[in-house]
């Protein structure tokens, strides 16, 4: 069965960087985006971006240029998000999710990951 | 500032039926499908509704989707405690300002 499985919480001081993974499991992993959602304490869903597992290019909304890096390790089916330069309103739970697209798909984000904590604070 | 604009709470008791709207623009709704999503407290976001008004497998039949012009809708027939959550619509939008593609505010369904 489709499976996205996120890395754990975490806790980062200011001007860090942290590194967020998202593994996937039963499906061909190129076949399918990747997108990364935020969503910050009491607050609704940010899209971010996106990647193109099969090209490795990404699309970042605005906001999200500069700080955030998408990439991909196709051998172990894993997708990341890492920022840079924390800040405290980085504080948020980050989903990534799977881009169904083609066929009979219609571009919706069908399976998505468990969520990332990641806190920003010294 | 999400551009597709939801009412921020609805309720219902249990059996009630429950409609949660989505307005957008020509750019988003107007000339793309709606997804909705449903995120249960304490979990993450899961598709409810593609391609404006198809269900996954597994989705109950008393969530329905529609859309017309630039608006969507979505309504919970037969309300269940269970269905207690956020609930969000979202599209792609072509717009050349905006991000590729956008979440609506987000509706809170209570069950009274």
């Known amino acids: 069965q489709v499976q996205l499985v996120q890395s754990e919480s975490e806790l980062k001081n200011p001007g860090a960087s942290v590194k967020v993974s998202c593994k996937a499991s039963?499906?061909?992993?190129?076949?399918?985006?990747i997108h990364w959602v935020r969503q910050a304490p009491g607050q609704g869903l940010e899209w971010m971006g996106w990647i193109n597992t099969n090209t490795g290019k990404p699309t970042f909304a605005q906001g999200f240029t500069g700080r955030c890096v998408f990439s991909l390790d196709t051998s172990v089916t894993t997708a990341y998000l890492q920022i840079t330069s924390l800040k405290a309103e980085d504080t948020a739970v980050y989903y990534c999710?799977?881009?169904?697209?083609?066929?009979?798909?219609?571009?919706?984000?069908?399976?998505w990951g468990q969520g990332t904590q990641v806190t920003v604070s010294s | 500032q999400s551009v597709l604009t939801q009412p921020p709470s609805a309720s219902g008791t249990p059996g009630q039926r429950v409609t949660i709207s989505c307005s957008g623009s020509t750019s988003n709704i107007g000339s793309n499908t709606v997804n909705w999503y449903q995120q249960l407290p304490g979990t993450a976001p899961k598709l409810l509704i593609w391609r404006d008004n198809r269900r996954p497998s597994g989705v109950p039949d008393r969530f329905s989707g529609s859309k017309s012009g630039t608006s969507a809708s979505l309504a919970i027939s037969g309300l269940q405690s269970e269905d207690e959550a956020d609930y969000y619509c979202a599209a792609w939008d072509d717009s050349l300002n905006g991000p590729p593609y956008v979440f609506g505010t987000g509706t809170k369904v209570t069950v009274l």
């Open positions: 999710a799977r881009h169904c697209s083609g066929g009979d798909c219609s571009s919706q984000l069908d399976y």
């Open positions: 039963g499906y061909m992993f190129t076949t399918y985006g």
